[in-house]
């Protein structure tokens, strides 16, 4: 452990640093090619640091947070796109939003239902259904279970850790930036579609990124060769296929395997179904089902699609035991600290 952490203040005095190049160098030259390619540096030491690290938690973050997330907005810098342009007035506030998933509000003041707060009980309640979780792994009850219930606690352990994770990055980043950032995650068990699931609703900073880099451009171009209804569908795919694939190389950072492209495929099915499911709703053959009904299709195709493509391979390679390990030992560590701290 003492180890990992020394990797992780030398990843982040490394982002630090590059992230300072991008800022006082890389934004002198002229938007384009040549800054792209100024950029290129940036982008393998980004695509290495993963890595330098054998814990789960430590390699998902940094390769979420700085090979995916980080080298996309860049790339989007390096066109004077948002979300880094205009540039920050400083190199602070530069590098938390290119290095970390937040995103300001666009509209503070509007009364939609994904910017209202959420009540204190929803957190709450999420905090207690983790720590039940916890607990069964503590007394290894996990252990005795089949497969299927075992998988239900895992997806929703996973779900939860993330929200955790992305919602005390951005409480605190927001404070310290002195500005509202959007929340990542929407109660994406309320999602009525797929479309809502992926667009609105789960870990949002993906599509907000997705869209400009991939969607969109590829839309552009397959709209001069299939019209731009079936164009539409083309971007879709492919900022689905994208996804697939920087989920493969993350799961390539924590398993150190050739990939095997199940979650690659588990993307663009979803992708497929997505677009099939734009389209009835254009023919609008039938009136739309009760919400209920809605939510309850799409999260029994999520988790069973999950079942079949997401997590085989994280169970086949026993990644699932090193990410309970690892939370179990962060929190007997905080119980040793507040112990030692309260003798």
Sequence with gaps: MEEELRNLIKVWISAFISISYCYYISSRISKGFLRLLSLLPIFIIFLRIPLFFSSVHFCVISAFFLTWLASFKLALFAFDQETLSPLPSTLSRFFCFACFPIKTKQNPSSTRV????????????????FSFLVHLYSINYHNSLTQLPFLAIFTVHIYLES??????????????????IEPVF??????????????????????SILRPTVHIPVQQYAARLIGPKMASCAGMLAAFLVSGLMHELIYFYIIRKSPTWEVTCFFVLHGVVTCLEIWVKSMRLCPPPHRAV?????????????????????LRNNVHKRLI???????????????????
């Excluded at 809605?294 to 994280?314: D, R």
Aim: net charge positive; aromatic share 14%; glycine share 4%.
């Design 294 to 314: 809605s939510s309850l299709v799409v999260l029994v195709f999520v988790f069973v699609t999950a079942g079949w493509l997401f997590t085989p391979q994280v």
């Design 114 to 129: 994904t910017n209202k707060p959420k009540p204190k009980w929803v957190l709450a309640s999420k905090i207690i259904i």
């Design 186 to 207: 929407n109660e994406p068990y309320l999602a009525t579609s797929l479309q809502d699931f992926w667009s609105r609703r789960w870990n949002r900073m993906v599509p």
């Design 163 to 180: 929200e955790f994770i992305l919602f005390s990055t951005g409480t605190l980043l927001s404070t310290l930036l002195g500005c509202e």
């Design 325 to 343: 390990n690892e939370c179990l030992f962060a929190i007997d560590f905080v119980k040793a600290q507040v112990v030692h701290f309260l003798m």
